[in-house]
């Protein structure tokens, strides 16, 4: 549960990540605590006339942005995104991150991936040296739930079916979702790549290559991080 200090913190990281946004751009919205943030101040700059259409990376990020009056397109069918606010689960200064704290990582990961300039939002709890203390989120279609957690345990994972209410956590895409521990990662493209490999992935949480510049407030400074090109 977040404090209060690291809502102001996520609050401040939002506020800032809404500089990034031109009138009339696309913009992909995350989904999350930190994104809510981001979708809210934008629904205020909406109501001041400024004009941007969102494309939401969750069901509970479209109903936001539909009960705060922001104009939609659906995910599927758009071909490319100006902006995108997200938030991290965790982040390194090497840009790579652990999502899916929400279970959302599907949909965040092609939001990221249709978009020419990617911007995480985070408190300034979620930086740290290497990732993998917050056990990565992935995807996995029930078909597939046996095989796939034969192949995460042949990868060095523990894997754990997500539950919620006692229930199987059940995505927007209709599948599980497995935290899986991999210990700290030595090499989180390697294992992206491995991961990509599986049948039955749906996605995995780790985003490599998929951020252009990380907003982390630290009390009511912002620290960024731009990824030179
Ligand atoms: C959802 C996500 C979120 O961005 C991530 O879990 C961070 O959430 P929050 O902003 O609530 O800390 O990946 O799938």
Redo the contacts with the bound molecule.
Sequence with gaps: M?NDNQNLE?LTAAKAAINYVKNNDVVGL???????LAIKELAKRIKDGFKITGVP??EATKELAISLGIPLLALGKVSSIDVSI????EFTKEFNL????????FR?KIVASLSKKRI????GS?LVERLGAFKV?IEVNPNAEKYVMIKLKKLKGTPVKRIENGKAFITDNQNYIFDTDFGLIDDPEKLASELNQVDGILAH?IFVNLTDSILMAKGEEIISYHKSI
């Design positions: 977040a996520k995350g989904t999350g605590s930190t994104a809510t990376s969750s997200d938030g991290a689960d652990i999502k899916g704290g929400g279970g959302a990582l965040e995480i939002i985070t408190d979620k989120p949480g």
